[in-house]
Structures are given as structure tokens and as C-alpha cells.
């Protein structure tokens, strides 16, 4: 995932639309005269990573689909990687938990959400992840760990703007 990404090229296609839909979208705000904040930007962008980390190449993959279509792959058994000690279990965790840092800050930065909306939102961003991922892309699987460490790391990017406000009120 994250630390790492083989077969840049694969990625090209889904990074070109994610560029052409933030360009949409300054074009539309600014439109409506929304005054674009930077922390507007960070949500987006935090977004745009999420995607990009958890459902590409899916251009790519979509091309790949042979004739026997796509096996859909659940695990619903929480930290199963680890007990079973297959992967790169450690990195994969910390690989979700450090991309969702980002997300749960700007949202509560940018939304003013309670702690509970924020860390739900989190969570049904991730759900709606993992159920799809399998769809887009054969090689990836549905994972209720996944799900949990993306929790997890929703959480400290909330904890982090807590500690952060708590700082800049001294």
C-alpha cells in the first residue's frame, strides 16, 4: 500500500481523473464563490489518498477482468493476519491507521463534528472501502482488520486536532 506502491503505471490512469475531479471541483467552488480553505484542500486530498491507497489501479483493473469475472474475497475474522502470521501484517496496519490520520483531522478541522460523527464517518468511509474494493480491483480482498485500523487511525487524526486546539489555546 502505502510504503509499497510497485507499478507506478498502473496508477496513471486513476491519478489523471482524481486531478481532473479536484479541478472540478475548485472550478465549481469558486463558481458558488466558496471560499476554498486550506483545510478544505487537506480533506480532498486526504480523500483522494484514501482512494488512491485502498481501491487503484482501478482503471487498470477493471481492463484486466477475464471472462470468469472478478472472486470476491471477505475476511471477516479480525486480525486473522496476524494470528495466522501471513503478509506483512505490521505494515499493513500501520499502512491503514497512518492514512486515515489525515482524514480524521480535516474533517474534524473542517467540519466541527462531534467526536463520535467524526469516528463514525471514518468508519462508514472504510466500510464502504473494503465492500467495494474487491469489486474494482481481484486482487484486493474485504477486510474487517482493515476496517478496524482505519477506525483506529480516524481516531488519532481526531485526537491529534484535540491535542493541537488544546496547544494553541495556551
Known sequence: MILRMAHFEWYLPDLVIMFLITAYLHKRW???DKKISAS???LLFSIFLIVLFTLSPVVVSLLRINDTGLEKI??????????????SYIYESLDNILLFVPYG???SYTKKLSVKQTISAGLFLSICIEL??????AARICDITDMIDNTIGTSAGVFLYFIICKFREQ
Open 132 to 137: 467495494i474494493q474487491p469489486v474494482v480491483n
Open 74 to 87: 471477505y475476511n471477516l475474522i479480525p486480525f486473522r493476519d496476524w494470528m495466522e502470521g501471513y503478509g
Open 40 to 42: 478544505d484542500d487537506l
Open 30 to 32: 469558486k463558481k458558488e
Open 105 to 107: 483531522f480535516a474533517l
